[in-house]
């Protein structure tokens, strides 16, 4: 039988692994450290340490448990083998609801009516429709398309921006750098939802988000190292931005002593937009395998020279 072999530094490899022993996976389950975890054909991981994959000689599939591979990209003596990453539509239902939670957050102006209960202020913030308000999304792969589809739905304005054109009902599409600046001045609440790459570190940087009009919002779910906090930091107290809700930090956990948990209309969260169920997680790595077995196609293949 084909060995996996589970690693990484997470907790979700284990449990994972743990799950993949005591069901019917179709694939041997080994440890690093298992007699014969060497001839592992496939590495199931997440954030392995640097040169860990290289260890394994017969490796012909790396598979990541999760949508973005950045983490396991990084690796600079990664196997020249496949590499897949987690397509799943849980992830893609859970991420529109923060999403929408977010950008209904700010467009319906609740952190201004939540600021002004802690100041015993009762005051009825003007609303507008949502057509009026326009949503920009950085990155339309499947997460930003799923997103922005939903709050097009919801009315708001929405358009968004990638590096290949896009046709999306209801949606205008701007694409490549040259397009960057023009998408932005057209923005109120910037979503980001672009994988990171060398082209996309440091992209939430202060000129960037100054193309947006003053006053506008920024909700960061794609990756900690996509944006520069001082620079975000500085933009909110200058009023640029009206406020971030932030999903994604540099380094995770975010310390205890990390100034952004008191940065004035910041908001915090740990890395919760969403998770796919390890339960769907794990089938599509089981049916990647029986694809490697049976010389198919592989899903969800990750292109290296992109990064994404
Ligand atoms: N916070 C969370 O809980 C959480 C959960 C899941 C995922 N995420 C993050 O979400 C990211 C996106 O996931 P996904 O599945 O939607 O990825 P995806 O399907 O690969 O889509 C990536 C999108 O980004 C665009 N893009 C990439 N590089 C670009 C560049 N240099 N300039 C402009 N656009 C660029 C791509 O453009 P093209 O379409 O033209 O190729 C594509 O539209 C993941 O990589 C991960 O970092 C976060």
Known sequence: MIKVVFLGRSTD??????????????????????????QAEVAVCWRPEP???AAYPRLRLIHGIAAGVDNILC?????????????????ADGMSEFATWGALLYHRNLDRTLANQRLHRWQRVPQQPAARTRVGI??????????????????????GWARRPKALDGVRCHAGADALGPFLAQTDILVCLLPLTAETRGILNRATLQQLPRGAALIHVGRGD???TADVQRLLEEGHLRGALVDVFEHEPLPA???????????????IASTADNAGVLEQIAENVR???????LLNLVDPALGY
């Not at 496949?82 to 849980?90: F, M, N, S």
């Open 13 to 38: 490899v284990p449990r994972l692994a743990q799950l993949a022993r005591g069901g019917n996976a179709g694939f041997a389950v080994v440890e690093p450290g298992d007699p014969g975890a060497r």
């Open 51 to 53: 040169g860990a994959l």
């Open 75 to 91: 690796d600079p003596q990664l196997p020249r083998v496949p590499l897949c990453r987690v397509v799943a539509t849980d992830l």
């Open 138 to 159: 950085m990155g339309m792969g499947v997460l930003g398309s799923r997103v922005a589809a939903d709050l097009q739905r919801l009315g708001f304005s929405v358009h």
């Open 226 to 228: 996509h944006m520069v």
């Open 257 to 271: 002593d990390s100034p952004l948990w008191d940065t004035s209309n910041l908001i915090v969260t740990p890395h």
């Open 291 to 297: 694809r490697l077995q049976a010389g198919k196609p």
